[in-house]
C-alpha cells in the first residue's frame, strides 16, 4: 500500500500577485498525516485558515478562488498542482496575501522547490478515489465537458478551441503523473489582448505582464486601444498591425496552452481531497467545470455507501486457508471465503450465498433469507480479520463483540447472491478494544449496516 507523503523541509516563494499586484510571500510547511492541504491566511489577525477542498471554491474566474467563513485566497491552482503532482498528500501552506503569487504563469517554480527540499513518507496509507463508473459533466453554454473514466492511474486527454488563427484547437494529454515536471509543469497561462480590458474593467490582472502570461495579439485593435493595453503591462508600444504573441520569450511546447489547462485540471482535482485514480477526457476545459467534476467527486466520497469494486478473476489478498488459520470459526459458522482488499483502517470480505448454507433449511424452506443477524456476524468476522491480521502470533487472539449499534437492515440476502463486506475502524485501537463501522452489500446497493466494539482477547 502507499503510504501518505508531506514536505521534508518548508520552502517559501516570493512574488506579484497577478489580480491584485501585491508583493507575496508564500511558505509551505510539512503537515500530519490526514491534514490535507489547508491555507493559513497571515497577513490576517487571527490568522484564519481555509481548507483547500472543491466545496470552498466560491468563484472560478480567471482563476479558482476559495473561501470560508468570509476568508478568501485565490490563484491557488499552480501550486496545488505541483503539491499533487507529487504525491504530497498533507501540506500547511501560509501566505501574507489573498492570493498566491503568479511567478511565471506556471507551476515549475513549485516544482523544483519541492524537489530541493525533498519529500517524506508518512506512518498511514493514501486513501485514494478511483473511479468505478463513467463520470461526465457537462455545460451545454460553452461546450465544456469533463468525462472521467476508470483507469490503472491518473491520466488527462484535453482539447481546447478557440476562435483563433494561433490556437484555433489544441490536443495535450499525460499518462503518467510522474512527467508532470517535464511536460506540464513549464506551461505557462495565457490571455488575449482582446480580453485585457475587460479584465483591467472588472478589478483583476493588476499584476499581469509579459513574464507571467502568454499573451496573444490576433485580433486587430485601435493602435489607441493597444497603447493604453501596452501601458498597462508596462510594455513598450506595439504596431497595432503586427499580429501575433507578444511575449519576447518563446513557446515552450508549440501546444502550451494546451498543457497549462492540464496544469489547471490538476490543480484543481488536488480540491477532490485525495488522489484519484482514472482517466480524465476534457473537451474545453476551464476552471467552472473543473471544480463541477471535483465537486462530484467529493459527493461519491462523501456517500458512505459507496459499494467496494469487486473483480471476481483477482487472486484474493486472504483464501479460505489463510482465513482459517487467523479465525477459530468453522463450519457451519465460518461466514467469509475470502479477503480482497485490506488497509490499516479498512478491510473488504466476500461471501458467497449458496442453497445449501445450512440456516436455509429454517429460514425459510419455501423463501430463503440469509438472516440478518449472521450478515452481522459476517461483518464481524471480517472486521476481526483487519485486527488480527495486525497482530504478532494472531492465531493466539478471538475478537468478541462487546456492543453493536446503529443496525439497519435494508435488502434481502438470498442464495446465489455475493455478499461485500466493507468494514472501517473508526478509531485506534486501545487497550484490545476495536470500534468499526460495517456494511454490507449485494449488487450496488447495501443490504445491512451496524456500528460494533469488540475485543481482542488471548485465547487460553
Known amino acids: 500500500m502507499v503510504k501518505q507523503r508531506t514536505l521534508k523541509e518548508s520552502f517559501t516563494i516570493k512574488g506579484q500577485g497577478l489580480h491584485t499586484g501585491h508583493k507575496i510571500e508564500i511558505t509551505f510547511k510539512p503537515a500530519p498525516v490526514d491534514f490535507g492541504y489547508v491555507i493559513k491566511r497571515v497577513d490576517i489577525d487571527g490568522e484564519p485558515t481555509i ?28 501550486a496545488l498542482s505541483a503539491l499533487y503532482a507529487y504525491g504530497i498528500d498533507n501540506c500547511l501552506i501560509e501566505v501574507n496575501a ?15 522547490l519541492i524537489e530541493s527540499v525533498g ?24 461546450g465544456s465537458k469533463l468525462i472521467f473514466l476508470p483507469d490503472d492511474s491518473f491520466c488527462i486527454n484535453s482539447s481546447i478551441e478557440f476562435d483563433s488563427q494561433y490556437i484555433p484547437n489544441q490536443y495535450a494529454q499525460i499518462d503518467n503523473i510522474d512527467d508532470f515536471t517535464k511536460e506540464i509543469a513549464p506551461a505557462r497561462t495565457f490571455v488575449f489582448v482582446r480580453e485585457i480590458q475587460k479584465l483591467r474593467e472588472a478589478g483583476l490582472i493588476k499584476g499581469g505582464n509579459l513574464d507571467n502570461a502568454i499573451v496573444i495579439y ?10 493604453e493595453i501596452a501601458d498597462a503591462l508596462n510594455v513598450p508600444h506595439i504596431d497595432a498591425n503586427q499580429l501575433g504573441y507578444l511575449n519576447k520569450r518563446q513557446l515552450l511546447f508549440p501546444n502550451e496552452p494546451a498543457r497549462h489547462k492540464i496544469l489547471d485540471i490538476i490543480g484543481d482535482m488536488s480540491l477532490v481531497g485525495k488522489p484519484i485514480q482514472g482517466r480524465i477526457i476534457a473537451t474545453r476545459p476551464g476552471h467552472g467545470i473543473n471544480n463541477k467534476l471535483a465537486r462530484l467527486i467529493r459527493k ?27 479465525l477459530p470459526h468453522r463450519y457451519p459458522m465460518l461466514m467469509v471465503d475470502k479477503i480482497i482488499d485490506k488497509t490499516d483502517t479498512c478491510i473488504v470480505g466476500i461471501k458467497n450465498i449458496t442453497n445449501n448454507e445450512v440456516f436455509f433449511t429454517g429460514h425459510f424452506p419455501d423463501e430463503p433469507v440469509m438472516p440478518g443477524v449472521l450478515q ?18 494472531p492465531e493466539k487472539y478471538s475478537t468478541y ?19 461485500i463486506f466493507k468494514v472501517e475502524m473508526t478509531s485506534e485501537l486501545r487497550r484490545g478494544i476495536a470500534t468499526m463501522k460495517g456494511m454490507a452489500f449485494v449488487g450496488n446497493k447495501i443490504v445491512s449496516e451496524a456500528d460494533f466494539t469488540a475485543q481482542i482477547i488471548k485465547n487460553r
Open 119 to 142: 519529500i517524506v513518507k508518512q506512518d498511514k496509507e493514501k486513501d485514494v478515489f478511483v473511479v468505478r463508473k463513467k463520470m461526465v459533466v457537462a455545460d451545454p453554454e460553452t
Open 401 to 419: 463483540f462487546l456492543m453493536i449499534d446503529n443496525v439497519k437492515f435494508r435488502n434481502k440476502v438470498v442464495p446465489g447472491d455475493t455478499v
Open 51 to 78: 481548507d483547500a477542498l472543491a466545496e470552498n471554491v466560491i468563484n472560478t474566474q480567471r482563476g479558482t478562488v476559495l473561501g470560508q467563513n468570509g476568508v478568501t485566497v485565490s490563484t491557488v491552482e499552480h
Open 300 to 326: 461519491e466520497i462523501r456517500n458512505k455507501n459507496s459499494v467496494p469494486h469487486y473483480d471476481s478473476t483477482k487472486e484474493p489478498l486472504m483464501d479460505i486457508n489463510h482465513i482459517k488459520e487467523l
Open 98 to 112: 489573498p492570493e498566491f503569487p503568479i511567478i511565471d504563469g506556471s507551476a515549475i517554480e513549485y516544482a523544483k
Open 376 to 393: 452481522i456476524e459476517a461483518m464481524a468476522q471480517t472486521g476481526g480479520l483487519l485486527v488480527l491480521s495486525g497482530l504478532d502470533e
Open 218 to 227: 490576433e485580433r486587430k485593435l485601435p493602435q489607441e486601444e493597444l497603447n
